[in-house]
């Protein structure tokens, strides 16, 4: 089966310019995850959706990030306007099973991630 | 909150040398503990995990066990290769029902060389 599928892989864009990333899970995936990771810092936790629904968007960092998954399948995440501080790379995650992390047979299929530059 | 300290990198290591990275964790609670490792060019997988105390979660010749009276979970392998060259990263999530966040540490790059 095809994996779960992030792009672009990379991203170059200016402080103040809007970038849209996507990640297209595995097919039948209801959970899908967005992580990023800052400057080599620890991966951290951005939201969870469940089908169309948010299920978790505590981690969002502010109100210039917007995530949707319309339809349940795919999901974009938009920056607007870019600042620095949003460099790192954009880790997307699907999951079939439901239920706590612990508890699933099937582990999260993570992307490649994108690479976000904003200089 | 939950946080996940790893020991700093890279850690450069010779073939078939002894393996440790160190992890300890800060929870609430009973946490599950996971390792995961990201090749080079590629995602994040899943290498091994460990759902309460004393458990032993291992896979590919890695282990590491889980120790709530030290709150670690250190990953060790006793003869590493090449191939197992790439970046680790200690992570849990919470025991609370619904709690599907992973809390990651900063990860270690790993090279070993032949």
């Known amino acids: 089966e095809a994996g779960v599928t992030q792009f672009p892989s990379h991203s170059v864009i200016e402080k103040g310019q809007t970038v849209t990333l996507r990640c297209d899970p595995i097919?039948?995936?209801?959970?899908l995850y967005w992580y990023r990771r800052v400057m080599g810092k620890e991966i951290k936790f951005l939201l969870h959706?469940?089908?169309?629904?948010?299920?978790?968007e505590s981690g969002m960092p502010n109100n210039r990030f917007l995530a949707e998954r319309t339809g349940g399948t795919y999901s974009t995440l938009k920056v607007q306007p870019a600042e620095l501080e949003d460099s790192g790379v954009y880790f997307c995650?699907?999951?079939?099973?439901?239920?706590?992390?612990?508890?699933?047979?099937?582990?999260?299929?993570f992307g490649n991630g994108t690479r976000l530059t904003v200089t | 909150g939950n946080s996940v300290t790893q020991m700093e990198g890279p850690v450069t290591l010779s073939e078939e040398a002894f393996l440790t990275i160190n992890c300890t964790y800060t929870?609430?609670?009973?946490?599950?503990l996971f390792w995961y490792v990201q090749y080079p060019g590629e995602g994040l997988q899943l290498l091994l995990k460990?759902?309460?105390?004393?458990d032993k979660g291992s896979n590919k010749g890695f282990e590491a066990t889980y120790r709530k009276e030290t709150t670690s979970f250190h990953l060790e392998k006793g003869s590493v290769q090449v191939s197992d060259s790439a970046v680790y990263f200690c992570?849990?999530?919470?025991?609370?029902?619904?709690?599907?966040?992973?809390?990651f540490g900063t990860g270690t790059r790993l090279t070993i060389i032949p």
């Open positions: 995650a699907s999951s079939q099973d439901a239920g706590p992390l612990r508890d699933r047979n099937s582990p999260l299929h």
């Open positions: 097919s039948g995936h209801d959970n």
């Open positions: 959706f469940v089908k169309e629904s948010k299920q978790d």
């Open positions: 929870a609430t609670g009973y946490p599950s």
């Open positions: 460990a759902t309460k105390a004393d």
């Open positions: 992570a849990l999530t919470d025991s609370n029902f619904g709690n599907e966040k992973l809390t």
